[in-house]
């Protein structure tokens, strides 16, 4: 069982910056897929930023302006949202995806405001 535990988020005025955490109780690296994906109110969850087959894959809404990296030691994934807009607003979720098997932090509110 691993639990994600997510940080960070918070409201920030349109063009500004917020940095989010994901802590891990064990190791998600050996996971197929493992990052972050956002759900807007009334919208369905997407996928933002991950880490697959060992690469990053961003949402183009977010290329250029979010970056993903890991800290293997401290089992810990982050993501650096720069350039914020208000349809970044968004519950954002820790994930690690393997086949059948997915753990997902509670969330962490990030509201941009215009």
């Known amino acids: 069982q691993v639990q994600l535990v997510e940080s960070g988020g918070g409201l920030v005025q349109a063009g500004g910056s917020l940095n989010l955490s994901c802590v891990s109780s064990?190791?998600?690296?050996?996971?197929?897929?493992m990052g972050w994906w956002r759900q807007a109110p009334g919208k369905k969850r997407e996928l933002v930023a991950v880490?697959?087959?060992?690469?990053?894959k961003y949402a183009d809404s977010v290329k250029g302006r979010f970056t993903i990296s890991t800290d293997k030691d401290r089992d810990t994934v982050y993501l650096e949202m720069n350039s914020l807009k208000p349809e970044d607003t968004a519950v954002y979720f820790c994930?690690?995806?393997?086949?059948?098997?997915?753990?997902w932090g509670q969330g962490t509110r990030v509201t941009v405001s215009s």
């Open positions: 994930g690690a995806v393997s086949g059948a098997l997915s753990y």
């Open positions: 064990g190791s998600i690296f050996s996971f197929s897929v």
């Open positions: 880490i697959i087959s060992g690469g990053p």
